[in-house]
């Protein structure tokens, strides 16, 4: 099983980033799939998820209206579109199966000018 997050790095407060989560090694297509973040001496913090099929979405209030969580199955792929990024969005983005506990090696997002 692997999930390898990709699209971290530096941003600017106010602009945009897309992460990618690439799956392997189980049937992506019949679990539901989350993103999570930490900062540093914290604990991980969830802040979205997705249906098997995509058709539901949730988001933590924190997010809710500049993030937006997607997956293509045909790709065993998710994403995360973040959008009017702020300082406080800075964190590693860890992808997950919550049904499995299978984690990636997260990817960095700091935002800062």
């Known amino acids: 099983v692997r999930l390898v997050e990709s699209g971290g790095g530096l941003v600017q407060p106010g602009g945009s980033l897309r992460l990618s989560c690439a799956a392997s090694?189980?049937?992506?297509?019949?679990?539901?799939m989350s993103w999570y973040r930490q900062a540093p001496g914290k604990g991980r913090v969830l802040i979205a998820d997705?249906?098997?099929?995509?058709?539901?979405?949730n988001y933590a209030d924190s997010v809710k209206g500049r993030f937006t969580i997607s997956r293509d199955n045909a790709k065993n792929t998710m994403y995360l579109q973040m959008s009017s990024l702020k300082p406080e969005d800075t964190d590693i983005y860890y992808c997950?199966?919550?049904?499995?506990?299978?984690w990636g090696q997260g990817t960095q997002v700091t935002v800062s000018s």
């Open positions: 997950s199966v919550p049904a499995r506990n299978y």
């Open positions: 090694g189980f049937t992506f297509s019949c679990y539901i």
């Open positions: 997705i249906t098997s099929t995509g058709g539901r979405t």
